[in-house]
């Protein structure tokens, strides 16, 4: 079973970085992929990026590709998301999740959620 607790999450100004974390259970992480999710108010949850149980393996939204980097330790039990030049389109409520099968983009694909943290970024 997995659990997961994201943290990190705060207001910044345009142009600045935040660093995300997700805490998970330990028995079953270093089998899981991974996947962080954003959804701002009224919107549909959208897929952020994706990494693979090694680490090796990551794939990103176009919305984020070369700002964003996931990241992974295994050993620590925690997925990260470096979040760089932030912008205000990136205000949401970000969610780490978990599946078992592959780098999926599709959220309804993951069977785990953490309770999400709130990233705000003013202009």
């Known amino acids: 079973q997995v659990q997961l607790v994201e943290s990190g999450g705060g207001l910044v100004q345009a142009g600045d970085s935040l660093r995300l974390s997700c805490a998970a259970s330990g028995r079953t992480f270093s089998a899981a992929f991974m996947g962080w999710f954003r959804q701002a108010p009224g919107k549909e949850r959208d897929f952020v990026a994706t990494i693979s149980t090694n680490g090796i393996t990551t794939s990103y939204a176009d919305s984020v590709n070369g700002r964003f980097i996931i990241s992974r330790d295994n050993a620590k039990n925690t997925v990260y998301l470096q979040m760089n030049n932030l912008q205000p389109e990136d205000t949401a409520l970000y969610y780490c999740?978990?599946?078992?099968?592959?780098?999926?983009?599709?959220?309804?694909?993951?069977?785990?959620w953490g309770q999400g943290t709130q990233v705000t970024v003013s202009s």
């Open positions: 999740a978990a599946t078992r099968d592959w780098l999926y983009r599709d959220s309804n694909k993951y069977n785990y």
